[in-house]
């Protein structure tokens, strides 16, 4: 099975991941049917995707007892059963991974979200992860906080492959992208081959959206609600241009030509929240060449049935954006303020997610010990 949008999408240079694992898609041979019929090349993960895996059905059930049997702890219980899920999922994907020179085929997983905030631990809690799953196809998430940025640079360093997530603002993703380039420096003059490491950046997209948006009825002023429903595609539109500014640079083409990749865009949160908005809108506008969009299957689906793939819609968009952001700051949006409350919440969703995980497990070894 072949699907002409999705064949669109991806010719126009879009790689198509799925944002979401679970161990029935594993074991049910889901996941390798969406590689094959739906143009699926890579995974993302986060502690919520995880949360609710755990919290469904009986898949986990046969591990749970084996750990509980040995006497793991609930934290070790987690990490046997998420390092497990992502390590199968690699193996599922090796074979995009060595077609693709190793650019897809990718799977991630994310740093232990109460960590956001704790530099050092992060980055061992990275190198951890990266040796536990031990696969070349692996991404380790490391949020983009201010404690982030240097924990993705000494990570980058070790010559391990990175995801960073919960960017919203183009001011942290220029950040985030001076981290990577120092880190691949790093890695070149600590002797890793450059070449090997791979990165994305989860530039989020809907809770953008969703954010302005309610300050934008709020206000409840026929100037602002004109703008309604435009901030999240200006806003992913300007993280384009200035990574082609990043890496349009002497610097990075020096790395460039000693075999660096660069990290490239990741748009993320893609599945639309408002149903007064088209459920395709964050796929069909964010098409631009070498960016990654990781949907939920719901996203997919709807992009295979009835998405509007026209080519690229983002490069050149750089003055039409910049003006909507102008307008909601002349009308009184504090976009400063957007974008803190967009991570802090980002932060605290994953923080959530990883308490109900460590619930959901803890019950499970106490109804597997009987």
Same mark, same amino acid.
């Given at each position: 099975?072949?699907?002409?949008?999705?064949?669109?999408?991806?010719?126009?240079?879009?790689?198509?991941?799925?944002? #979401?694992?679970?161990?029935?898609?594993?074991?049910?041979?889901?996941?390798?049917?969406?590689?094959?019929?739906?143009?699926?090349?890579?995974?993302?993960?986060?502690?919520?995707?995880?949360?609710?895996?755990?919290?469904? =059905?009986?898949?986990?059930?046969?591990?749970?007892?084996?750990?509980?049997?040995?006497?793991?702890?609930?934290?070790?219980?987690?990490? %046997?059963?998420?390092?497990?899920?992502?390590?199968?999922?690699?193996? $599922?994907?090796?074979?995009?991974?060595?077609?693709?020179? &190793?650019?897809?085929?990718? $799977?991630?997983?994310?740093?232990?979200?109460?960590?956001?905030?704790?530099?050092?631990?992060?980055?061992?809690?990275?190198?951890?992860?990266?040796?536990?799953? +031990?696969?070349?196809?692996?991404?380790?998430?490391?949020? !983009?906080?201010? !404690?982030?940025?240097?924990?993705?640079?000494?990570?980058?360093?070790?010559?391990?492959?990175?995801?960073?997530?919960?960017?919203?603002?183009?001011?942290?993703?220029?950040?985030?992208?001076? !981290?990577?380039?120092? =880190?691949?420096?790093?890695? /070149?003059?600590?002797?890793?081959?450059?070449?090997?490491?791979?990165?994305?950046?989860?530039?989020?997209?809907?809770?953008?959206?969703?954010?302005?948006?309610?300050?934008?009825?709020?206000?409840?002023?026929? *100037?602002?609600? !004109?703008?309604?429903?435009?901030?999240?595609?200006?806003?992913?539109?300007?993280?384009?241009?200035?990574?082609?500014?990043?890496?349009?640079?002497?610097?990075?083409?020096?790395?460039?030509?000693?075999?660096?990749?660069?990290?490239?865009?990741?748009?993320?949160?893609? &599945?639309?929240?408002?149903?007064?908005?088209? #459920?395709?809108?964050?796929?069909?506008?964010?098409?631009?060449?070498?960016?990654?969009?990781?949907?939920?299957?719901?996203?997919?689906?709807?992009?295979? #049935?009835? @998405?509007?793939? *026209?080519? +690229?819609?983002?490069?050149?968009?750089?003055?039409?954006?910049?003006?909507?952001?102008?307008?909601?700051?002349?009308?009184?949006?504090?976009? +400063?303020?957007?974008?803190? $409350?967009?991570?802090?919440? =980002?932060?605290?969703?994953?923080?959530?997610?990883?308490? %109900?995980?460590?619930?959901?497990?803890? @019950?499970?070894?106490?109804?597997? /010990? &009987?």
């Amino acid at each position: 099975m072949s699907n002409e949008k999705l064949n669109a999408l991806s010719d126009a240079g879009v790689s198509i991941w799925l944002d #979401d694992l679970s161990r029935e898609r594993l074991n049910t041979g889901n996941l390798a049917e969406l590689i094959r019929d739906w143009n699926v090349t890579g995974v993302t993960t986060n502690p919520t995707i995880f949360a609710n895996a755990l919290s469904k =059905g009986e898949s986990y059930d046969e591990q749970v007892r084996e750990l509980a049997a040995r006497g793991a702890d609930v934290d070790a219980t987690v990490r %046997e059963i998420t390092t497990t899920d992502v390590r199968n999922a690699c193996d $599922v994907f090796r074979d995009i991974y060595s077609a693709t020179n &190793g650019v897809d085929g990718r $799977v991630s997983i994310e740093v232990d979200p109460r960590l956001a905030h704790d530099t050092d631990r992060t980055i061992a809690e990275a190198q951890d992860l990266w040796k536990t799953v +031990d696969r070349p196809n692996l991404l380790i998430k490391i949020p !983009a906080t201010l !404690a982030g940025l240097p924990a993705i640079t000494k990570t980058l360093a070790e010559g391990i492959s990175v995801n960073v997530t919960l960017i919203f603002s183009i001011e942290r993703y220029q950040a985030v992208m001076d !981290a990577f380039i120092e =880190g691949i420096e790093q890695a /070149k003059a600590n002797g890793h081959d450059i070449s090997r490491i791979h990165s994305v950046a989860s530039f989020f997209v809907s809770r953008v959206d969703s954010e302005i948006d309610k300050r934008i009825d709020a206000a409840d002023t026929a *100037e602002l609600k !004109a703008l309604r429903g435009q901030a999240a595609i200006a806003n992913a539109r300007l993280a384009y241009q200035a990574y082609l500014d990043a890496f349009g640079t002497d610097r990075w083409k020096a790395l460039a030509d000693a075999g660096a990749n660069a990290q490239r865009p990741l748009w993320a949160s893609t &599945g639309v929240k408002d149903p007064a908005y088209s #459920d395709t809108r964050y796929v069909d506008e964010l098409v631009a060449p070498n960016t990654v969009n990781t949907m939920p299957e719901k996203t997919l689906h709807a992009t295979a #049935d009835h @998405g509007k793939i *026209e080519g +690229d819609k983002v490069t050149g968009t750089q003055e039409q954006a910049q003006e909507v952001f102008d307008a909601l700051s002349d009308a009184g949006i504090d976009l +400063d303020d957007v974008f803190k $409350v967009l991570e802090d919440e =980002g932060v605290d969703k994953f923080e959530k997610s990883w308490t %109900e995980l460590l619930e959901t497990v803890t @019950g499970q070894l106490e109804k597997a /010990k &009987g």
